[in-house]
Each structure stands twice: as structure tokens, then as C-alpha cells.
């Protein structure tokens, strides 16, 4: 499905999303209690639909309850399946995670995956699990089926590759008897997504402890049920917070200040480009105003470089983003994709190792063409596609519409409600 998009400026208020990633976390901890969890305000994007399939394969009872709520009773100790099949679809999240709690249930699980997922990386983390009691024999492809039983003990990983690996090991390591260790064998980046695994975890009574290299897991703990409810999503809500930094005046409710998601840094970004930002008990506001771009550390806040580089496009001068490499590993290698959407539509952006640069143009100074944009099938580029549109004059063209369903159901909707026009044909 393609869409046409346009809009000059987005002016207006919207709910945020649910947040993807605290939903995947919260769901699998509910998986590993004993009882019955009710989380409110899960998201119906297709990631999240992947680890509702893949806890439900692992043996927990899901029950889907009115207004976006599941009812989700835990894994029983005494009656797992023997075997599973999770079709995790494209979403790293549900792979990264699932692995090691498999394991460390002791199901014999066959993982498949569609899209860029078969070739994202797995291997990182194969190694230590097959030191801890995991057996498999993996191609460097899905599916791969993976056996065996975790046992506690010392996990090495490196931090550098992807957070999602030890987020899983933190998962896994705490649903077994006995004390284990996390030793990072590299720096860790998009640290954040840890700080919200802990925060999950820690929800549900479950604790780990930061060491100097990594992370200590008490053995012998219990999740404990809870009712609870999704925060919203920064990394679906930036995208119109940026829209309104370029062009207009967008207030994103149900976003908190006290949340723990690294994306929450658009707002101090788009402060610093001289944006006016609100910052609500429960909302987020930003008005534009005359943006001058300026360095942006990339390595924490991978899932939100490219709409700001689409709005570093907008602003007065370069912007230079480190921390850019991790992009490649992702739905597509976005570091490309993103230096050739900007270029596309005819602004100037280039995207080399560790780096993603951009020079910019302030609306001021003109609009630019616009016209087809290649989203590889990626719901970030989609979406960043359909905010550049603020900055150019024709309509821009996406060859995939419906690929925001991975992570932002309703993304057209909300820019539609904003003022935005869509066409889909
Ligand atoms: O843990 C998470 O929820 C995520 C971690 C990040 O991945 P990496 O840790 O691989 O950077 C991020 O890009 C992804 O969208 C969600
Ligand atoms: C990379 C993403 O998610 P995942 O790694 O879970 O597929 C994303 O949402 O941008």
C-alpha cells in the first residue's frame, strides 16, 4: 500500500501511543509469574502482537480483555509444553527476549521471523547461552530452534551489539534457582533500554543489582502478579514532537516526565535546537521556532536519530549524530535509508561508519521538492518520510504505508488529526 502525504504544519493534540518497548517487557514478566496479571493499555502494533503469540507458545493463558487490556496468567511450573513455535514476524524484540527465557524455561523452542529479522544479529549472545546449558546448532538465519536448560551462573556479553540481548539475559537469569552475574565484555549502549527491563522487573517484585561490569541476579525469586498499565511511547510520540518543532504546534498527551525511556531525549534535542518545549505532568508540548542544529550522541537513542535528522534537515546549519553504526542492524540499515530519504526529497545528508550527518536549510530559506521516498519496509523511515513532508513543497510518496503497524498502528490517523492529509492508494 502507498500514500501520498503532505502538510505545511501539524498543529493540535494527540494521545501518545503505548509504549512498544515497556509492553514486550511487561508481557514477559507476566509470562514468569505465578498468576494472573492485567496490563492495561497494551499496544495493537504487530511487535507487541509477536510476544503475545510467543508467551502464549511458552504456555502462558493470554485473554484479551475490552479497551486495549490482556489478562495474562504466568507460565505454570508444572505443566510447560516440552516444545514451541514462535513466529516472532519482524520484531528483534520478541527474538532478543524470548531466546534466553526459553532457555531458561527449558522449552525446546523453534524461533522463525520474516522481513530483515532472519539476518539481524542473534549470535552475540549464543555463545554464553551454550556455556549456561542451551543447545542448538544456528546458521546465522531463522528459524533456528534452540534447547537445553539454562543454568545459573556467569553470562559474558558484549553491551555494544544490541541492549535487547541482555535485557533477555536479565529475564532469563531471574527466573532461575540460583545467583547469576552479567559481565559486559564492552561498553554498554542503549543503556536506557536496561534501565526499563530493571523497572519492569522490578514491578513485579524481582530485582538485579548494577556491578561495576554489569549486573548481579539474585537466584530463587518470584515475579508477582500485578495490575498495571503501559506508559506511552517517546519513540512514536517524537515523531510529532518533531513535527511540531519544524513547522507548527503539536501537544502529545500521556507522556511522563519521570519515565525512564531513553527517547525521552527528543525533548531536551529539540530544546537545544531552540524549539519551544513544554514538559506537562502528563504531557509534552513543542511549538516551533527558528532550529539551529548541533551534535547529538546517537549511541543511547538509536530508534529516534532518524526524525531528528529529518528535523536537523529544517534547521540552520550541521548536525552531526554519533553513534550512527548501530543503524545498520536494524528493520533496514538505516543509516543509508535515512542519508537517502533526506537526499531524496532534496535535502543534504550523508551517513558514513560511526556517523550520520546533516546540513540544513531553515524553512525560511525555502522549501525543498519532495516526491518518492523508499521506507525499505521500515516503520521508522515511513514515518520520518511522512514528517519531511513539513519541509518540502510537492507531496511526498511512500512505497509502504502499512509497515507503521509495526510499531505505531495508528500513526495516520493521528497525522491526519494533526492536519496532515494522507492519501493511500
Ligand atoms: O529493548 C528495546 O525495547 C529496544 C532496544 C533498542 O535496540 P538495541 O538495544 O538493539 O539498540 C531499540 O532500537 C529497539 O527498538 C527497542
Ligand atoms: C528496532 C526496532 O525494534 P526491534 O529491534 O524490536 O525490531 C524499532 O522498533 O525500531
Request: one cysteine or more.
Amino acid at each position: 500500500m502507498r500514500a501520498r502525504v503532505a502538510a505545511r504544519a501539524l498543529r493540535g493534540a494527540i494521545a501518545a501511543p503505548p509504549s512498544k518497548s515497556m509492553a514486550h517487557r511487561l508481557l514477559l514478566c507476566a509470562a514468569l509469574a505465578e498468576g494472573e496479571t492485567v496490563l492495561r493499555n497494551v499496544p495493537a502494533s504487530k511487535d507487541v502482537q509477536a510476544t503475545l503469540r510467543g508467551i502464549s507458545a511458552l504456555g502462558a493463558r493470554v485473554r484479551r480483555m475490552d479497551g486495549g487490556a490482556y489478562s495474562i496468567l504466568g507460565i505454570p511450573t508444572g505443566t510447560r509444553p516440552r516444545q514451541a513455535a514462535i513466529d516472532c514476524g519482524e520484531s528483534g524484540s520478541t527474538l532478543r527476549f524470548l531466546v534466553p527465557v526459553a532457555a531458561a524455561l527449558g522449552v525446546e523452542t523453534t524461533f522463525s521471523g520474516t522481513g530483515q529479522l532472519p539476518n539481524r544479529p542473534l549470535s552475540p549472545i549464543l555463545p554464553c547461552l551454550a556455556a549456561g546449558g542451551a543447545a542448538f546448532h544456528y546458521e546465522n538465519t531463522l528459524p533456528f530452534t534452540l534447547g537445553g536448560q539454562l543454568k545459573p551462573g556467569r553470562y559474558e556479553i558484549a553491551g555494544d551489539v544490541s541492549s535487547q540481548f541482555i535485557t533477555g539475559l536479565l529475564f532469563a537469569l531471574a527466573a532461575l534457582e540460583g545467583d547469576s552475574e552479567i559481565l559486559l565484555t564492552t561498553p554498554l549502549h542503549s543503556g536506557p533500554y536496561v534501565e526499563m527491563t530493571l523497572q519492569a522487573m522490578a514491578a513485579f517484585g524481582v530485582r538485579a543489582r548494577r556491578t561495576p561490569l554489569g549486573w548481579f541476579i539474585p537466584g530463587g525469586q518470584r515475579f508477582i502478579p500485578c495490575d498495571t498499565a503501559v506508559e506511552g511511547d517517546y519513540s512514536g510520540a517524537a515523531f510529532f514532537l518533531c513535527a511540531g518543532a519544524i513547522s507548527g504546534d503539536v501537544t502529545v498527551e500521556g507522556l511522563s516526565p519521570l519515565s525512564l525511556q531513553g527517547d525521552r531525549a527528543v525533548c531536551d534535542v529539540l530544546e537545544r535546537w531552540g524549539a519551544s518545549v513544554t514538559r506537562g505532568r502528563d504531557f509534552v508540548r513543542v511549538q516551533s521556532a527558528p532550529l539551529t542544529g548541533g551534535p547529538v550522541a546517537g549511541e543511547d537513542i538509536p530508534d529516534i536519530l532518524s526524525i531528528l535528522a529529518v528535523t536537523a534537515a529544517a534547521a540552520q546549519g550541521e548536525t552531526a549524530f554519533t553513534g550512527a553504526a548501530r543503524l545498520t542492524i536494524k528493520e533496514c540499515d538505516r543509516l543509508a535509508a535515512t542519508a537517502a530519504l533526506i537526499s531524496d526529497l532534496g535535502g543534504r545528508c550523508r551517513g558514513e561508519g560511526d556517523l550520520l550527518a546533516v546540513e540544513g536549510q531553515p524553512l525560511a530559506e525555502g522549501l525543498r521538492p519532495g516526491g518518492p521516498a523508499a521506507t525499505h519496509r521500515d516503520h521508522r523511515m515511513a514515518m520520518s518520510a511522512a514528517i519531511a513532508a513539513l519541509w518540502c513543497e510537492g507531496p511526498v510518496e511512500l512505497d509502504c504505508a502499512e509497515c507503521v503497524e509495526k510499531s505505531y498502528p495508528d500513526f495516520f490517523r493521528d497525522y491526519e488529526m494533526l492536519g496532515g492529509s494522507v492519501h493511500v492508494f
